[in-house]
């Protein structure tokens, strides 16, 4: 198979490559991973130095990761975006669905969940986590 990519169209399949494999591997152990994410990802950074990238890759006994250059040039801070509206979207839903005492919401309660989601969201969107008290026995 072949694909022509632009420059621009290949820099930005590397972000999502890592983006998708960051996502599926890092918080898995070494003996857990997907080992074929890690192994296509290895394949699109070698790439990199045939396509005038060499700053965004390692070479490292035989192996090709993305370099700490490019790791720290911003891609993980779409991460951690994504990462913290997935989390205010997670705990609101859950709030509200522990609110309603519903683990499954039918179609007549579907209004009162998104209202208290709202509520919720409006409150992280004011204070974040600040508000929040847990209650320890």
């Known amino acids: 198979m072949n694909i022509e990519l632009t420059e621009k169209e290949f820099r930005r ?3 999502m490559i890592y983006i998708g494999n960051w996502v599926l591997n890092s918080t898995r152990v ?3 991973r997907f080992e074929d994410y ?8 070698a790439l990199c130095f045939k396509h005038g990238m ?3 890759v390692e070479h490292y006994m035989g192996h090709y990761f993305p370099s700490k ?16 509206a997935i989390f205010f979207d997670l705990l609101a839903e859950e709030l509200a669905r522990r609110d309603m005492d519903a683990e499954n919401v039918s179609q ?6 998104s209202n208290r989601f709202d509520c919720y969201m409006d409150e992280f969107e004011k ?7 847990l209650e320890t026995p």
Do not use: R, S
Request: proline share 2%.
């Open 13 to 15: 399949l590397l972000d």
């Open 30 to 32: 070494a003996d857990d």
């Open 38 to 45: 890690d192994d296509l990802q290895e394949k699109f950074f």
């Open 54 to 56: 060499k700053p965004l």
């Open 69 to 84: 250059a490019y790791e720290e040039g911003g891609i993980h801070e779409a991460i951690a975006d994504y990462e913290d």
């Open 108 to 113: 007549d309660d579907l209004t009162e969940l």
């Open 127 to 133: 204070n974040g986590i600040d508000n929040i008290v």
